[in-house]
């Protein structure tokens, strides 16, 4: 079965740091681009990260850019994202999701979110 | 003020049909292919339809998906009451060098 699983998340006071991972069973980690997505309470979704199947390439939305930092290692079938000088407006549910096909069009399998809670 | 524009809000009565839109411009659904998901409340999102068109397995036809300029649509037809949900559509916008996301709208079934 395919499965993301994300954790790290949490309560954070406002300039402090969290580092979210994602867990992936089920197909070829290495074979994908993989993506964050992010909703915050009752809000749409917001694409936050993206990284390509080597790491060659990063890309971040500009609210986060300097501050988070997306990473993966292979060998551990995993998907990182690092946040620093977290902010109230950064509350968020967190997802990874997979890339049908690289493009960035296209997020063909989500995991359950995990919380991050800015808060003081 | 999300890249894509969606409407906040559709309605319809069960087995009826109904269209939700997704504006955009040149540099998103204008270069290349969209995507399309399901939000049930309390749930991950579902990708329902991408490359404009296309739906993954499992998807019922009933879901359709097509594009014309800069502009896209999502169509579902037969709607069911388990069909309340948000939809989202979502492309790359090449400007931004950013994946971009509708505002989501929000389906009630009547």
């Known amino acids: 079965e395919v499965q993301l699983v994300e954790s790290g998340g949490g309560l954070v006071q406002p300039g402090g740091s969290l580092r979210l991972s994602c867990v992936v069973s089920?197909?070829?980690?290495?074979?994908?681009?993989m993506n964050w997505v992010r909703q915050a309470p009752g809000k749409g979704l917001e694409w936050v990260s993206y990284i390509r199947r080597t790491g060659s390439y990063v890309y971040y939305t500009d609210s986060v850019k300097g501050r988070f930092t997306i990473s993966r290692d292979s060998a551990k079938n995993s998907l990182f994202l690092q946040m620093d000088s977290l902010r109230a407006e950064d509350t968020a549910v967190y997802y990874c999701?997979?890339?049908?096909?690289?493009?960035?069009?296209?997020?063909?399998?989500w995991g359950q979110g995990t919380m991050v809670t800015v808060s003081s | 003020q999300s890249v894509l524009t969606q409407p906040p809000s559709v309605s319809a009565a069960p087995g009826q049909k109904v269209t939700i839109s997704c504006s955009g411009s040149s540099s998103n659904i204008g270069a290349g292919y969209v995507s399309w998901y399901q939000q049930l409340p309390g749930t991950v999102p579902k990708l329902l339809i991408y490359?404009?068109?296309k739906r993954p397995s499992g998807i019922p036809d009933r879901f359709s998906g097509s594009k014309s300029g800069t502009s896209a649509t999502l169509g579902i037809t037969g709607l069911q009451t388990g069909d309340e949900a948000d939809y989202y559509c979502g492309t790359w916008d090449s400007s931004l060098s950013a994946a971009v996301f509708g505002g989501g709208t929000q389906l009630t079934v009547l």
């Open positions: 999701a997979r890339d049908l096909d690289g493009s960035g069009r296209a997020f063909d399998i």
């Open positions: 089920g197909f070829t980690f290495s074979n994908y681009e």
């Open positions: 490359e404009d068109d």
